[in-house]
């Protein structure tokens, strides 16, 4: 076995989860995913597809059509994107381990800005990539970024920058200008921009697309940028496991030949729903964003009213990211909560050395009560 593989470290996310199965008395915030289901017509679609027996392969980019559709949803927001630019992978995350699978050779060097969801530290090194981090550091609960930092260290060595804004878990987000910054250094460096943007619909900032900042605006179709996104967060589809890359055209055949060699392709069935979903979009996203907007102003004022805790207001996603006093070991707290507060969160160690001491809550609750609940057990615990 690589000895990469053996190192990787277990997600402390799921350790604290771990300890809390099989506890119905618990309170869960710790993954990141809504606890309402995926819409009944994005459920009958797939339904349909199976009745009529299509459980077959698919093209290994994905079904035209939904490419296309694809093609479109992101055209209407970033301007023109050809379908040649467009594959449909296996989730989000399977989009990124592509990415860089085509992109990272052993021994190359990848900077990563952190705090970010582990995966996208893991990946680069499991590929043999040398894993630099460039971290965002907080200021009354608001995370920002030193861009002299990060240009700093992002030189002609650098294969891949790896981005996500809106970010998991801080909420931090880039403006046009910051991405226009980091994409004239990039393209100084020859370096790839991988930007996670599964957060981008998730924004409550107001804006002319109704999405946060992507770097496709500011980009050309050839600039070496790679943009992963994913029908779990917008459209209540985390279990479906479907996501897309959106790159250079020249890269999308190879990429065709790599998802052959990692999962031949995405389900049909799942792809008939996406297809739904993007048709019926405006029905589900804005609806989603909206109870997230009033689960976050629910969630982040009962934080703040607590003495000692420091948290801010995220500008996207679905996380709120505080610091409790005296609390430095997040990973112990979090397990302590489950066992003596029957409160899940997620415990800051999990996102890079940097979140030590804090801790993520997913607000993205059906019910905002759960909410309440959750932060009168944390004041009764503290």
Not at 212 to 240: E, H, I, N, Y
Request: charged content about 20%.
């Amino acid at each position: 076995m690589r000895k990469v593989i053996q190192n990787l470290e277990e997600s402390k996310i799921r350790e604290v989860a771990n300890a809390g199965l099989g506890r119905s008395d618990v309170l869960a915030f710790w993954f990141g995913e809504s606890d309402e289901s995926t819409p009944d017509f994005i459920r009958q679609a797939a339904i349909e597809s199976l009745l009529r027996g299509e459980t077959f392969y698919s093209h290994n980019l994905g079904l035209p059509e939904l490419r296309e559709a694809i093609a479109s949803y992101m055209s209407a927001r970033h301007g023109r994107i050809g379908v040649d630019r467009v594959a449909v992978t296996s989730g989000g995350v399977n989009a990124l381990m592509l990415a860089v699978q085509q992109l990272v050779d052993a021994g190359d060097e990848v900077v990563a800005v952190t705090p970010v969801w582990p995966n996208l530290t893991a990946q680069p090194a499991i590929m043999g990539a040398r894993v630099k981090c460039v971290a965002l550091r907080p200021v009354d609960g608001v995370w920002t970024l030193d861009m002299s930092a990060l240009l700093t260290v992002v030189t002609s060595a650098t294969r891949v920058l790896i981005i996500n804004a809106p970010n998991n878990p801080t909420g931090w987000t880039l403006s046009r200008t910051e991405q226009q910054t980091i994409l004239d250094h990039c393209r100084a460096t020859g370096t790839w921009i991988l930007a996670d943007e599964v957060y981008e619909r998730l924004y409550f900032e107001p804006s002319v697309n109704a999405c946060a900042p992507s770097f496709l605006d500011v980009a050309a179709p050839d600039d070496r940028l790679v943009v992963v996104q994913s029908f779990s967060k917008s459209f209540l589809m985390t279990g479906w496991r479907l996501g897309w890359l959106v790159m250079p055209a020249m890269m999308t055949p190879h990429m065709g030949k790599l998802i052959e060699f990692n999962t031949s392709c995405a389900s049909v069935f799942t792809q008939r729903a996406a297809l739904v979903a993007l048709e019926r979009s405006d029905e589900v996203t804005p609806q989603v964003v909206r109870h997230l907007k009033v689960c976050r102003d629910t969630l982040v004022p009962l934080l703040q009213a607590i003495a000692g805790v420091e948290v801010a207001s995220p500008r996207g996603g679905m996380y709120a990211f505080f610091r409790l006093p005296g609390l430095d070991d997040s990973l112990l707290s979090a397990k302590r909560l489950v066992l003596e507060a029957g409160l899940g969160l997620a415990p800051g160690d999990a996102f890079g050395s940097e979140a030590r001491g804090w801790l993520r809550w997913c607000f993205a609750s059906k019910d905002t009560q759960r909410l309440v609940q959750g932060v009168e057990r944390l004041r009764k615990w503290l």
